[in-house]
T-cell receptor, first 111, second 112 residues
Framework: EDQVTQSPEALRLQEGESSSLNCSYT??????LFWYRQDPGKGPEFLFT???AGEEKEKERLKATLTKKESFLHITAPKPEDSATYLC????????????FGKGTKLSVKP | NAGVTQTPKFQVLKTGQSMTLQCAQD?????MYWYRQDPGMGLRLIYY???????DKGEVPNGYNVSRLNKREFSLRLESAAPSQTSVYFC???????????FGPGTRLLVL
């Protein structure tokens, strides 16, 4: 059974304090791993898609990496506006497109 | 482009009432999805439509029905609402089954 586990559940950082969020997954044939950002009361906003181990993608202060068992979302010098819940999802080789989501990491960045 | 739109934004129902949640996308996407999000749980797939004219069950389909009205629109119907269906419902769309999914703003449903 496909599983996605995100850690930590919550993370508090000071502005400028870099850190990483983890997404561990168990899937039969990974088609893609997706990172989303979700602000309170809003829908998930797409950040990155990673397809194979070793792949990395960057956007502003965020960098996503992928290994065969997990993905990391690195946040460099975060700002208060980076506060949100970050969701990880995987798509397996047998699916028709449905994503399996983790429960998310709630990030708070204090000024 | 509005992307994915959902109506209504918020709804209160009494147990046993029915309602339809509407979703539309203007990105010319082929695939559409309905998810629900509950506190402490990840987003869970209710139903999806890989292409116009097809629909399939996801992880939690019981108590729901869907209609792919055309390429743009995908509706979710609750025939007899139950308190366990209190949740936030998100519609999403993608170019194809293995492409990136883009989400709407959600419908918050409270069943009393």
């Amino acid at each position: 059974e496909d599983q996605v586990t995100q850690s930590p559940e919550a993370l508090r950082l000071q502005e400028g304090e870099s850190s990483s969020l983890n997404c561990s997954y168990t899937v039969s044939g990974l088609r893609g791993l997706f990172w989303y950002r979700q602000d309170p009361g809003k829908g998930p906003e797409f950040l990155f898609t990673l397809y194979s181990a070793g792949e990395e993608k960057e956007k502003e202060r965020l960098k996503a990496t992928l290994t065969k068992k997990e993905s990391f979302l690195h946040i460099t010098a975060p700002k208060p506006e980076d506060s949100a819940t970050y969701l990880c999802a995987v798509q397996d080789g047998g699916s028709q497109g449905n994503l399996i989501f983790g429960k998310g990491t709630k990030l708070s960045v204090k000024p | 482009n509005a992307g994915v739109t959902q109506t209504p934004k918020f709804q209160v129902l009494k147990t046993g009432q029915s309602m339809t949640l509407q979703c539309a996308q203007d990105m010319n996407h082929n695939s559409m999805y309905w998810y629900r999000q509950d506190p402490g749980m990840g987003l869970r797939l209710i139903y999806y439509s890989a292409s116009e004219g097809t629909t399939d069950k996801g992880e939690v389909p019981n108590g729901y029905n869907v209609s792919r009205l055309n390429k743009r629109e995908f509706s979710l119907r609750l025939e007899s609402a139950a308190p366990s269906q209190t949740s936030v419902y998100f519609c999403a769309s993608s170019q194809g089954p293995v492409e990136t999914q883009y989400f709407g703003p959600g419908t918050r449903l409270l069943v009393l």
